[in-house]
C-alpha cells in the first residue's frame, strides 16, 4: 500500500504522524512510504532520516494525491479540506464530536475516516488515546504547578510545600489514564491529591496502585462544590468516550475558589469539563476568568514532541499494518478495535456518538461493509 505521512500544519503543532523506525518498519514489509517534506522536523527527524529508512520525500500535493493511506496527528483544518477525497482512508485524532464543520467536510468529501481516539478494545481500553493521555497528564501537573507561582498570575504557591509548610492541594476530575497520571506527578512534587472518578472499580484500582498515597472520592455536583474550594489546582480529566465532555465545573463554583487558583482542563479537545473554558495554544496558554487562571492547551502532547511523535507511532503503527496488509475492509472484518476507530465511510456518519452531537443521521458500519473476514 502507498502509505503518506502528512506535515502537521496546525498551530503549535510539532509531532508527526509516523517515526523513521515506523517508516522502516512499513518498507520492510513491502509498503511504499510518501513523507511530506520536513514533516518531521519539530520532532528532531530530518528528510535524510526518512530516506535512510527507505521512504520517499514528496510535496503536500504529492502526499495527499498519491497516497492510498494518510497518517495524520490532528485533524484536517480548514485549509485541508479540499484536500479531502474518495479513494483515501484518513488515519488520525479527529475528535470531530466536538467539531460539526468537518464532520460535514468529511462525509461530503467521501473519504474514509478513522480516528485514533474511538479505537477501542473489548475491554473498553483506547489504545491510540493512552500514550497522549499519559503525556498530557503527567505535562498537566507540571504546567499546574508552574501557573500557581504569583508573577504568572497564580496564587503564589509551591505544590510541594517545604518542611514545616503545608502542601498544595490538587484536585482530579476523572481518575483514568490522564488523572492517573496527574496524581503520579502532583504526588511526585509533594502535593495533596484527591481524584474524583464515578467508576467504583477505577477508584478500587488506583487506591491499590498509589497504595494510599491519594483520597478517591465519588463524583457528584454536591462533592465537585465541596472539594474544589479547597484545590489551589484543579486538573480536568473526564471522558465520555466519543461525545462532548460533561460540564462539571459551573460558572458559579469558581465563586467558591481561592483567587489565583488554576485550573487545567485537558479535557478541552471533547469540549472541556468547565463551563468557562475555551481552547488555548502553547504560545498563548492561560487566561483568567474570576481570578482563576484557566489553562486549556488543546494539543498538550504537541509541547513535548521529541516523546510524543514516538509515543505515538509505538501505539499506532500495528493498526497501520494491519490496514496496510489487509486493506481497511478487510482490517476492521479482522478486529473489532479498529472497526470502532471508524468514524466517516462512504459519506455516512458510522460511529453513533459523532452523530448524536450533530443530530445527524447514524448507519451502523455493518451496514456499509460487510464485517465478516474473507
Ligand atoms: N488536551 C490534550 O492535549 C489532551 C491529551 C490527551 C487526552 N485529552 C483528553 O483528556 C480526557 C481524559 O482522557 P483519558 O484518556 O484519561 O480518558 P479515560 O477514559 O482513561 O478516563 C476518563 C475518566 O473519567 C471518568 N469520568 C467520566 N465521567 C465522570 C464524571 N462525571 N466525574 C468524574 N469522572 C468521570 C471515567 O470513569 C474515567 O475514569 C479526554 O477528554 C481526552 O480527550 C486531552
Redesign the pocket.
Known amino acids: 500500500m502507498r502509505i503518506g505521512v502528512a506535515r502537521e500544519i496546525k498551530t503549535d503543532e510539532y509531532r508527526v504522524a509516523l517515526t523513521p523506525a515506523g517508516a522502516r518498519e512499513l518498507v520492510v514489509k513491502g509498503h511504499e512510504v510518501l513523507l511530506e517534506t520536513t514533516a518531521g522536523a519539530g520532532s528532531a527527524f530530518t528528510d535524510a532520516d526518512y530516506e535512510r529508512a527507505g521512504a520517499r520525500i514528496v510535496s503536500v500535493d504529492d502526499v495527499w494525491r498519491q497516497s492510498e493511506l494518510l497518517l495524520k496527528v490532528k485533524e484536517p483544518v480548514a485549509e485541508e479540506y479540499a484536500r479531502l477525497r474518495e479513494d483515501l482512508v484518513l488515519f488520525t485524532y479527529l ?1 470531530i464530536a466536538a467539531d460539526e464543520p468537518l464532520t460535514r467536510a468529511l462525509v461530503e468529501s467521501g473519504i474514509a475516516a478513522v480516528a485514533y ?1 474511538t479505537v477501542e478494545t473489548d475491554d ?3 489504545p491510540l ?2 500514550p ?6 503527567r ?2 501537573s507540571q504546567a499546574g504547578a508552574y501557573f500557581l507561582e504569583k508573577p504568572l498570575g497564580g496564587r503564589g504557591l509551591l505544590l510541594g510545600g517545604v518542611a514545616g509548610v503545608q502542601p498544595g492541594r490538587v484536585l482530579v ?9 496527574a496524581a503520579i506527578i502532583a504526588i511526585g512534587l509533594g502535593a495533596q491529591v484527591t481524584i ?4 467504583i472499580d ?1 477508584m478500587r484500582y488506583l487506591d491499590e496502585i498509589l497504595s494510599g498515597r491519594v483520597s478517591t472520592v465519588m ?2 455536583t454536591l462533592q ?1 462544590e465541596s472539594s474544589i474550594a479547597d484545590a489551589d489546582l484543579v486538573i ?6 466519543g461525545a462532548r ?2 460540564k ?1 465545573v459551573t460558572r458559579e463554583m469558581l465563586g467558591v475558589m481561592k483567587k489565583g487558583a488554576v485550573i487545567v ?6 469540549g472541556g ?1 468547565v463551563e468557562t473554558a475555551r481552547p488555548t495554544t502553547h504560545s498563548d496558554p492561560v487566561y483568567q476568568v474570576d481570578g482563576i487562571t484557566h489553562y ?7 509541547g513535548v514532541p521529541i516523546t510524543s511523535t514516538k509515543a505515538l507511532t509505538n501505539a499506532t503503527l500495528p493498526y497501520v499494518e494491519a490496514i496496510a496488509e489487509h486493506g481497511l475492509a478487510e482490517a476492521v472484518a479482522r478486529d473489532r478495535s479498529l472497526a470502532r476507530g471508524v468514524n466517516i465511510l462512504e459519506g455516512r456518519i458510522t460511529y453513533e456518538p459523532v452523530a448524536e452531537a450533530h443530530d445527524l443521521d447514524y448507519v451502523p458500519l455493518a451496514d456499509v461493509l460487510p464485517l465478516t473476514p474473507a
Open positions: 475528535h481516539e473498553r481500553k483506547l488515546l493512552a497522549m493521555s499519559e503525556i498530557a497528564g505535562l498537566a476530575l476523572g481518575g483514568g489514564v490522564v488523572g492517573y497520571n474524583l472518578d464515578r467508576s477505577r463524583s457528584t465537585i480536568g480529566a473526564v471522558l465520555v468516550p465532555a460533561p462539571l482542563d485537558v479535557a478541552i479537545d471533547q469539563c486549556c492547551v488543546a494539543n498538550m502532547p504537541g
